[in-house]
């Protein structure tokens, strides 16, 4: 690409006024040894402002969850409360009929570690904990995020659990820097899970997000110091630990092909944030 042409990004601007110098950076970084994005990881001024909307609503509508949720609450109702507010706020939820996924959000209740499917027949009860995962387009554009939520009284190991988890992708999060390293995700997340005698799921993990729901790279939440793809301005992805009480492996549901169990049925708590990397370091977008 020549300095006179317009920009891979998509910004309408010439190259030289756009990710000229940004290239060069790359390319030099490549030189070194190091794996860097691919063009289409990169989002361009325009496509982050709206990626910033559907965020805004994306975490509106975990408030919305968040006010509602209660005992007794079947996991159906936190699906229609996610269908309606997603649409009140001029979004939908990204989940319904995503790979023939059923319903508008993930609700996973204890031992189901990710992709719960919303049911009348599943009705929180005293202790439980569960995960409430939420993907919002706005304008052709994503935001994804979940939490944890306690229902009534829980046991303090399950508090423990709920509480770590979100320590380990804060943890990540405030290490974050430009140019810095995918494997340093699965480095903190990790020692701090362990720390605590936990253990984290290896076969899932975060992604690129914004023009889709699912984009490279893959977020690993073990990993090495220093290893993995250099994380640049322009890159928006998903941190979304999946920390078991017990052995960290996992099984499908073989009727409906969705939920994730924990191997061993223990507990397993999970939080996902989006995050757009920039030049002065990571913002959370999403929460
Ligand atoms: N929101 C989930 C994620 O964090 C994905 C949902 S899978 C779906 O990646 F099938 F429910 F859409
Ligand atoms: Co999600
Ligand atoms: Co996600």
Redo the contacts with the bound molecule.
């Keep these: 690409m020549k300095i006179n042409d317009k920009c891979w990004c998509g910004s309408g601007k010439l190259y030289g006024d756009c990710h000229f110098m940004f290239d060069i950076k790359l390319n030099e970084l490549k030189k070194n040894g190091e794996i860097i994005p691919t063009h289409k990881m990169i989002k361009n001024e325009q496509q982050i402002e709206g990626i910033k909307r559907a965020c805004e609503v994306n975490s509106k509508v975990l408030d919305k969850v968040a006010e509602n949720i209660r005992v007794g609450m079947s996991t159906e109702e936190i699906d229609k409360i996610v269908y309606y507010e997603s649409i009140r706020l001029g979004g939908t939820p990204a989940c319904l009929g995503f790979e023939g996924f059923p319903k508008s959000v993930c609700t996973s209740v204890n031992n189901v570690v990710c992709h719960g499917i919303p049911s009348e027949k599943v009705i929180l009860k005293e202790g439980d904990i569960v995960n409430v995962?939420c993907?919002t387009i706005v304008n052709g554009y994503y935001g994804?995020a979940?939490r944890m939520f306690e229902i009534g009284n829980v046991s303090p190991e399950a508090h423990k659990l709920v509480t770590v988890t979100k320590e380990c992708l804060d943890l990540a999060v405030s290490k974050l820097k430009p140019y810095c390293h995918l494997g340093d995700i699965g480095y903190y997340v990790s020692k701090h899970a362990k720390a605590n005698g936990f253990s984290v799921v290896k076969e899932l993990g975060?992604?690129g997000?914004g023009l889709e729901?699912?984009e490279d790279p893959f977020v690993s939440h073990i990993g090495k110091l220093n290893k993995g793809m250099v994380l640049v301005p322009g890159m928006v992805f998903?941190i979304?630990p999946m920390i078991n009480q017990g052995e960290p492996d996992v099984c499908i549901d073989d009727n409906d092909g969705w939920t994730i169990y924990t191997w061993d049925d223990s507990l397993s708590a999970q939080w996902?944030y989006t995050l757009l990397m920039t030049e002065t370091g990571a913002v959370i977008l999403s929460k």
């Design positions: 995962d993907t994804d979940s975060g992604h997000v729901m699912h998903t979304e996902e």
